[in-house]
């Protein structure tokens, strides 16, 4: 019955419906759509920045230019194993991962397993580097603390290296030779990011940090720096001491910019972060607004349509009907037609943000990434929906309550 | 002062005032009228004299300002909004020379309506609507909506929604004031049909041969009834049983 009443009464004047349909229509499409296509830019220039998407800073030591407590200018800085300590001793510093790599910055070394080889680079990491870099185990496990103080002649490998040298075979517990020096595989890691960096991670075979320090002749060393940084933390002012607590252990003039390489990138990170946010509030606002004017177009509408059916009240009255009968009524229509509507709208916007997905999957470096709403989102919209659609109908409605019957019997 | 089994409506120095303004127009003043349960009584009177504001006071569309109104026993007065409905709802029908139909519903629905409002069931509305409108002789036309039927057929409609709730009372505002003489006289055979069944019935009409089927015949003027002998009007006939109902 109920609906049945609704339709009847909506269906009565199909143009006015369909404006009003119209109205919501688009505002919750405009709401989705934009909601979603930021969501797209922010996931599309994550994957642009790769793994930047974390709070991270990189510190790597280089070569004095200023003398100091005379020891001459042009000296190499050498990190230790001392300097991880006091790293992990700075606030707003919450991971420490110190790293080591064989051979030069771009050096691949011959690797060996069987008859195969294959030249990769070799990196000394602990476990921590998993906090810090976009790095993914696909198979078996990273390196773990007992591999750090037994120093394990353990390897972890990226997904090439296991290709070139096991194929497509599982290479957990299969052995390698680097340098001489036999490995026993237990993992398998490719990375997040995209392009070359990731090509870097999954051509390179990662072993414990002691073990490297042990067997590659690098005792007490370590070449540099990843560090993770407390959520909410500026970073900036971290780096900061970062430095200066390297420069003052390594006998540096506080000067000398040279002697100290850092690339901050939770700095970058969190000022792409906070644009996004921004994006994200205004696509909100913008959202709300059209959603906003949509409803106003509904129960501008419904007022009209309530003074029509002054007389039609006046008769529901007559035969029975109370004021919050009425009412009810009134609210009951104008939130069937924005609710669906509006689900039409949503509908019509997930839809669009897929088709978007669809084209922009097939573009690598497109500034869009799978645009979509999330299911918190949709169902923000949706209550959003509810409430104006109560909203729309309460004026109306509060117009249609007061209607005297005989008044609007009388009425023509 | 209990009131007697038998009235199904009394008044009592019922008066009302429309203010506009700073003008006052009184249009119902001191009215007592006594109306037995079975009786078919017609309101006469000038235009503006009142009829149709008495008939809306009794049929609780309207309030008045001071006496007072028992309704088949019932003080009716300052009711809150929603008493006031379901009395409307239980108690009264009401038939208006305009019919007041929903032009978008059908016939069906139409009389279906007062049902809805009181809570009864899809089903049960719909078979009460259509045992009414048989009555009225219309079930051939239940689906039609109101453009399509006659005057009289509509007017049919607007009786049977008044009867579904099986009220104590009909009240008709010139119920053949837009009618032809013939279906006029239809409409009239039925209401007497009706009355001879036991309902109570109040008809406001200009017309004279209409009034005349009554068993009795108010004359209001400027607010006032006119009073003649009560039981026996020079116009309208006695009321059967003497205004008893028949046990
Ligand atoms: N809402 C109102 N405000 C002010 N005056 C009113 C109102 N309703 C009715 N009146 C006045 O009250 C008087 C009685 O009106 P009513 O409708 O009862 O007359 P009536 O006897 O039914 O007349 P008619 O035969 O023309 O239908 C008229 O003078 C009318 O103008
Ligand atoms: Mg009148």
Redesign the interface.
Known sequence: MLGGELAATLGRNKLRTLLTACGVFWGVYMLVVMVGIGKGLQRGTDRNLGGLSRRAIFVWSQRTSKPHRGLQPGRYVRFQNDDITVLERIPGVIHVAPRLRLGGWSDAQNVTAGARSGLFSVRGDTPALLQVEPVEVTRGRFVNPRDLTERRKVAVIGADVRAILFEDADPIGRCLRIRGVNFQVIGEVVSYRPGNEAEHVRASIFVPFSTFQAVFDAPNRVGWFALGLAPGVPAEPVEQKIRAALVARHRIHPEDKDAIGSFNVAERFDRVESLFRGLEVFLWFVGTLTLLAGVLGVSNILLITVKERTREFGIRKAVGATSANIVSMVVREALLLTTLSGYVGLVAGVGTLEVLSMVVSRRDEAPLAQPEVEFGVAVTAMLVLVATGVMAGIIPAWHAARIDPVEALRNE | MSPSPGAVVRLEAVSKTYRSGKEALAVLKNVDLRVERGEMVAIMGSSGSGKSTLL?IL?I??RYDSGAYYLDGRLIRNLG??EA??F???FVG?V?Q?F???A??TALENVA??L???GVG?RA?TRDALEYLERVGLSGRAHHRPAELSGGERQRVAVA?ALV?QPELLLADEPTGALDTQTSYELMDLFEELNAAGLTVLIVTHEHDIAERAHRIVRLRDGRIEHGDPTTTDEGHPPPNGGFPPC
């Open positions: 809306n049929g569309l309207d909004e929603r409905a379901r409307r709802n239980r009401f208006f305009a007041n139909l929903l978008f519903k309506l007062p809805y409002y009181r899809r509305r929604r709730t």
